[in-house]
């Protein structure tokens, strides 16, 4: 317990008791899965980058066994149990998992002269230590290929720890992945990349201390590695749905599933072990639809339209589905019962939401009244660890509806620091709308308690009284989340109420994905910088010449808005700058000076003034943003 930490309320406690008996906790047949075919653990856990930090540590979880704690939700503390076991584990004879290393698992299969790798976690320490543990249990076998399912950084971010640029290049390891991998693996960093990862740090819970008082762990596996980010461009693209490819002597079925889980990815089977990789797509919990660190929003329909593809594909045969999240599924009955309810979650949640907005209710009314079927509700892979049905929903109508729920009270409101003086004047003044924010936590209905003192909060940000308020409901509604990022994102929240901001403790990018990015992204990411007010009267043009691959571009300032063409432009630009497609991306990260410029091989043509005075108007993104205050 951290110092600042509070007991639970008696409300909270009678929750998490009341659902140890409504929930199968007596249904053990996941930690049987769990555990299956365990040949070897790292022990101790810890991993290090060269310069010895720790990046990564299981054993800071050996905290979850038994009962749940009171401060816990029994079933999320269920999930984190399972997820907290880490090894090398047999999956069928010939493919083998390392899981509880890392957000993702690892996943290797046997090939005539090495070995193939599925999904090489999200950095090259965690990899590399995978790949160490696999190898003194299975032998030292050369890595003969390595897959990406998709494009999120869980699914690459390792690959420099199981093989290099130069086996890469000298053709010795393909890196397949599904078509458009390095457009979108690069381009989620780009545009909303500095607000989605000061999110994260409150999603992943990075500044949490673990144990039955803070993070237990984000519902998918435990929490992120934070060694080096890594990427290597794939070699071969998986265009199509029945596509067969055969590395080192694997024979490969690829079903293509863009636009689900991620905009690129593919599920893929192994004919020769009846194995199924379901990639992200069927997991042990209801997944996200919209991510809560902030992302477009995903596509329940394609979801499950895709998966029952995956049961007309591979449902007659499989005998085993493993996924690069969690545990695997045996048994052929078990396999498409499995797949069946994932896809029947994701549809009915779908349809069930569009059938009540289609009766006029909003976001928020379907997330409170929608129940899941009872045969899903007491499935436990169903159940919203890292997605939740709440935000789902909410989800599903942003996408088709958006922001907007069509009543006119809500179409021009006030700010939350307007709204939240307004609020003030109503309820008395600070201290009695304190004071009935206090009466609703006695009261147990911390919902309201977190709604008034929020608007104390923001409109008188130094009221103590509130800010403890805020931070002790935001607890309490953490110690009794069953989804492992709602838990995080209340106590970052109470954190950062009662310490200040811990800002953004983990990096999401890295030289090897930010080189991945096209020059069009890469002016995208100045020109999203450009503070538009300041800039209203700049008029300025610099045309940008690629060196290496004979490319010239256009960017013009004007009204605020940079904009380019790679369109022959009429005239001389005001400056002209010269690169190699591996220097750009120090124009967008290095800054527009000499120095900087010179430093990074970029030369400089015309009136370098024009650069100084587009330089002037830009304003990076804040990594510590305030979240919970004004
Ligand atoms: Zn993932």
Known sequence: ??????????????????????????????????????????????????????????????????????????????????????????????????????????????????????????????????????????????????????????????VRGVTTQEEVDAGRVPIIAPEQFTEHAASENVYAGTAMSRRSAYMFGAALARGPHGALGTGLAQTVATGNITLIAPTLEITATGQSETVDGVEMVFQMAPGTEAPAEFLVYFPAHKALCSAEDATHTLHNLLT??????????????????????????????????????????????????????????????????????????????????????????????????????????????????????????????????????LGGGADAVVEQARAAFEDGDFRWAAELASHVVFAQPEHAGARELLADTFEQLGYGAENGVWRNIYLSGATELREGTFGTPTVSGSADVLSALTPEMLFDAVAIQVNGPKAWEEKLTVDVVLSDVDRRFRLRLANGALTYSAAPQQGDADATLTATSRALPALATGGLSADALAKAGIGVAGDAAVLARLAAVLDPGDPDFAIVTP
């Open 292 to 425: 809560l660190r902030g992302a477009l929003v995903r596509d329940p329909h394609a979801w499950s339209n895709y998966l029952t593809e995956t049961l007309d594909l591979f449902g007659a045969e499989a005998e085993v589905v493993f996924a690069s999240h969690h545990w695997p599924t045996w048994g052929n009955e078990r396999v498409t019962r499995f797949l069946s309810e994932q896809r029947d979650l994701y549809a009915y949640l779908h349809d069930q939401c569009l059938r009540l907005i289609n009766k006029g209710w909003t976001g928020i009314e379907i997330a409170e009244e929608l129940k899941l079927p009872p045969a899903l509700e007491n499935a436990w892979h169903a159940r919203g660890y890292y997605g939740s049905a709440s935000h789902n929903l909410k989800a599903i109508y942003q996408r088709y509806m958006g922001w907007y729920d069509g009543n006119p009270a809500h179409l021009w409101q006030h700010p939350p620091v307007e709204q939240g003086k307004r609020y003030l004047k």
């Open 1 to 158: 317990m951290s110092h600042t930490s509070r007991p639970v309320s008696p409300a909270v406690a009678r929750q998490n008791q009341d659902l140890l008996s409504s929930l199968p906790f007596s249904d053990t047949q996941d930690f049987k899965d769990a555990t299956r075919g365990l040949l070897g653990t790292r022990t101790p856990n810890a991993i290090t980058n060269p310069a010895g930090e720790v990046v990564w540590d299981n054993d800071t979880y050996a905290f979850l066994h038994g009962e749940a704690p009171e401060t816990a939700n029994p079933s999320l503390w269920r999930q984190s149990t399972l997820n907290a076991i880490q090894g090398l584990f047999e999956v069928v004879p010939g493919i083998y998992q390392v899981r509880g290393f890392d957000l993702s698992n690892i996943t290797f299969i046997e090939g005539e002269r090495g070995v193939l790798v599925l999904d090489p976690l999200v950095t090259e320490e965690t990899a590399a230590a995978a790949l160490a543990l696999y190898r003194e249990h299975r032998g030292e076998k050369p890595v003969t290929g390595v897959l990406y399912t998709h494009p999120h950084v869980d699914h690459f971010g390792g």
